[in-house]
């Protein structure tokens, strides 16, 4: 990636520094919130890949030099809270090893644990709950910010068509330029089988697919969060009614969770 400092080869210790130093001062702020490692410094399946290819392996930067990044970073007040995003189970558990070890040496320092893992979660994609990682969170309270909620604006229906839909959606906008998202969202067996039944499912219920697929979401235990994103006002209305819709009456009714399981077992993760 070319367009981030010229290009970094690695996510190391002075990437990262450099990464956290320079967003303080475009946010013209104190401090971060959250920093979360975007992608693993390492070879991992991920963007449609699910299975585990030990030829892809390469030297990669020790976990430890990541953490001790961040971790200088909290113990200096830049930055709040550490995340972790696109990770697997044993790379949350490294990082999170690493931290109780920290914080149980040094009995003035809490805020170094790791506190959430931004992974996709969705009605096309609900890898998190198989794979391990909803153990590894349930037991060590790390919370998930699950992105792509609608899978990248599959769950809308707008693709569905025979045109393939809206010229201006994202993933007919920047086909050919947007690698990672056409290996996950783009043609794959199952995917518009799959999102007919769960909008029919919604229409069924007399509720929006998108207030359903975030409300699917939002449901989980595990998730404190869902990073969506909208490019019109319209859509960023839709997401946030949705969200107060969760608020206001609460999960979706057991028959409703039971029809979309059903879908989910004919179709299991057609989005991985």
Known sequence: MDWIRGGPTSLDAMNITEAIKNSLTRLNTDYIDLVSLHWPDRYVPMFGDTEYD???????????EQ??????????????????SNETPYGLM?????????????????????????NAYSLLCRTFDTGGLAE???????????????????????????DGGPPDARLNKYKG???????????????????????????RYGMSPVHMAVRFVLDHPLVASAVVGATSVGQLEELVGAAAVVEEVGPLS???REDIDAIHNKY???TP
């Open 54 to 64: 030990c030829s892809r392996v390469y030297k990669s930067v020790p976990f430890e």
């Open 67 to 84: 953490y001790e990044a961040l971790s200088r970073a909290v113990e200096q007040g830049l930055v709040r809270h550490i995340g972790l």
């Open 94 to 118: 490294k990082f999170n090893q690493l931290a109780t070890t920290n914080n149980n040496n040094n009995s003035n320092s809490n805020s170094n644990t790791i506190v959430s893992v931004q």
């Open 136 to 162: 590894c969170c349930a037991a060590e309270d790390i919370s998930l910010l699950a992105y792509s909620p609608l899978a990248m604006g599959l769950l809308t229906g707008k693709y569905l068509p025979p």
């Open 177 to 203: 330029r947007y690698a990672e998202a056409e290996s996950r969202y783009g043609p794959k067996p199952n995917v518009q089988e799959a999102v007919q039944a769960y909008i029919d499912v919604a229409r």
């Open 254 to 256: 057991r028959e409703i």
């Open 268 to 270: 299991p993760n057609p």
